[in-house]
């Protein structure tokens, strides 16, 4: 045989055994990867059928596949966990969120919900500053007086119909992030402004052709994003001045004062992104969880009826309200508890592996999503499809079960787990005590709305309560 010709096969053999080992290893990677369907579109996957409905797609393939499962959903290879305590375990722990492309950009590339460690923990610490109790307490006139504001907006005009009751408290639920969170109370058309332009923006979080191109409808999304930058920017220039002006008696009470304070964190998308993810999370999330509390008092008359005679108990409606008066309307905030495990606004948690990892069994490979969402028919409350407030009191008094993340889950886990699960109760007890102290709603229509969040969407009117 010529050398040359000998050469060629050795090669040749070396490239058949590697290919062959090469695909061996892909088999027996794959054979071990958790169940799926055989057939998905290329790149989207499975994506359109679990928009229009997420947890009902969780609990379909959960059901189908008889536990942990796998799929491909927003542009990424999934794995839909089985609801047990060694699947909660595994997600808390792990540290990186695993949002798509598209939703990172629209909130914030260098957001906290979108970044990773170091600057995560970086921006976790600084914000963490604005949830300490004493600033918490701090917070109450401000919900107390904007609920009083607004439920009194609300109350029915003569003449005038049912109205879209999710616009009037998206209002109101903007206006407390503003008050909080910027430190601002526009009102009026400039906070109008600002909540088109939110509404514009997270439009795009719905698009499955995410592409910034002129023409299609995300770049329209990232138009509105731009402007509300600007808007922010603005607001933070003003705001630095101040800072800076010793004449001037500012108080370091916002979370956007905190921030500017902090030396780590003067870079101007970090800034701008903080105020646009704050004011996401913090707005459309407590504008749901309104909405699903005035569905299930209106479902339930008795527990509303309860809940009206606790409210009288506990505050004569005029008087300040205070850590305490919030702290002993213990039925009020069993309700809610139930309000957020039966209608989780955000209903599933997604982390993304930073390694090789074992999941029931299965091997699931490094950057592969792990999705968990553990409401619904999978909940571990014993019967979990029923209604109960009882199942949050012992011996009449609260128990908080926010840490319980297979029990309730509505707000994480983990150091991801919501930054603002305590001022979210706060606004949501405070307009509870409002409302139900004085004022009714009839409900002309509601539906169940399931992507981006999860609540009942309402219209109707808003008058005062009997007696
Ligand atoms: C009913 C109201 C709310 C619900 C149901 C909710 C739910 C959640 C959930 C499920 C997560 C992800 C947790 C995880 O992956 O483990 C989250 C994260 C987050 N939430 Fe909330 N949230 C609410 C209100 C708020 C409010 C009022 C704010 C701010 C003012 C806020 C700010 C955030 C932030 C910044 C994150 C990301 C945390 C991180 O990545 O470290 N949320 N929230």
Redesign the pocket.
Known sequence: MEPQTSQKSLLAAIVAAGVSAWLLWRRRRWRRLPPGSSWSLPLLGETLAYIRDPLGFIEGKLSQYGGTCSSHLLFSPTVILAVTDANTKL??SEKN?AWPLHFRKLVGLK?????NDPL?KT??TL?SR??VDRQLDSYLPCLQRLSAKHLQLWLDVEGRTSRDLHLEIKKYAFEC?EA??LGVENGGPKSDRFMQLFEETFKGLGYVLPLDIPGFPFHQCMKAREALVQEFQDLIEKKRKKLKDPCRMFQINT?LDTMLQADEMNGEDELSDFCV???F???D??L??IQSCLYWLKELPSVEALLRQEVREVWDGESRVTRRILDSAHQTRAFLQEV?RMT???Q????KLREDTEVDGYVVPKGWTLLYAPAGRHSKAEDCKSFLIQRHLRDGKFIDSTFD?TYF?????????????K???D??LVFLLHFLRDFDVKLTNSQLQRFPFHFWRLEGTVHRADG
């Open positions: 997600l808390f969120l957001s906290l919900p979108m970044v995560h921006i976790r914000s604005a949830f992030g909080v969170i979370m993810a704050m004011m999370a913090g707005h999330t407590t749901c969880s957020w989780p606004p955000v599933v948690t997604s982390r993340p889950a509505s707000f994480g886990g983990g150091n991801r787990m919501c930054i603002g699960y001022f979210a109760r606004e949501l």
